[in-house]
Structure formats: structure tokens, C-alpha cells
């Protein structure tokens, strides 16, 4: 079973580069985990609703009451230089 968390995504310009008459949008979406299914990624909803944002008044638009899987957001494996970083980060100090 897949356990769902929406989210927002980061405001976005309605325009380059952005005036002051730039509306900015953003986007309700969800992850999903299921770590007995995927151990290295995230489950990604598409959009669920739209936020708009011109001046002090917001409008949001409802795209879709379904939280389901649309795709599959992975993570990369870590390079040597950031596991040299994280191993010294998790060492136990010998200092009190």
C-alpha cells in the first residue's frame, strides 16, 4: 500500500522574466512511499490543483480528485566524494 503526503510545488512565473503584473502559480501534488515496493524513489501524483497568485488575491483550480501513481521520482546513488562526506558526518565523536 502506498502511503500518500501532498505537497506544494515552488512558485512559478506565468512569464519571462517575470513584471509586476506576473501571476505566480504553484502546484498540489503527493509522493508516495511504499518501501517493501520501492526503496530508491518516490511514487509522484500529477497535479491535483493549480494555485494562482496576481497581487494579494489567489484563485485555486481543482485538476483531480484521484491521488494515484503517474510516475516514479528516483534517487540518484551517491558519489564517492558525497559517502566520504556523509561516513564522516555519522561517525561517533570521541569527544564529550
Given at each position: 500500500?502506498?502511503?500518500?503526503?501532498?505537497?506544494?510545488?515552488?512558485?512559478f512565473?506565468?512569464?519571462?522574466?517575470?513584471t509586476?503584473?506576473?501571476a505566480?502559480?504553484?502546484?498540489?501534488?503527493?509522493?508516495?512511499?511504499?518501501?517493501?515496493?520501492?526503496?530508491?524513489?518516490?511514487?509522484?501524483?500529477?497535479p491535483?490543483?493549480?494555485?494562482?497568485?496576481k497581487?494579494?488575491?489567489?484563485?485555486?483550480?481543482?485538476?483531480?480528485?484521484?491521488?494515484?501513481q503517474?510516475?516514479?521520482?528516483?534517487?540518484l546513488?551517491?558519489?564517492?566524494?558525497?559517502?566520504?562526506?556523509?561516513e564522516?558526518?555519522?561517525?561517533?565523536?570521541?569527544?564529550?
Amino acid at each position: 500500500m502506498i502511503s500518500w503526503s501532498k505537497t506544494e510545488s515552488p512558485l512559478f512565473p506565468s512569464n519571462w522574466p517575470p513584471t509586476a503584473d506576473t501571476a505566480w502559480v504553484s502546484y498540489t501534488f503527493a509522493y508516495g512511499s511504499n518501501p517493501a515496493m520501492l526503496m530508491d524513489g518516490a511514487y509522484v501524483t500529477s497535479p491535483l490543483a493549480r494555485t494562482e497568485w496576481k497581487g494579494n488575491v489567489s484563485t485555486t483550480t481543482k485538476l483531480s480528485n484521484e491521488v494515484k501513481q503517474a510516475s516514479i521520482q528516483g534517487v540518484l546513488p551517491l558519489d564517492s566524494q558525497t559517502l566520504a562526506i556523509l561516513e564522516k558526518e555519522i561517525k561517533p565523536s570521541n569527544t564529550v
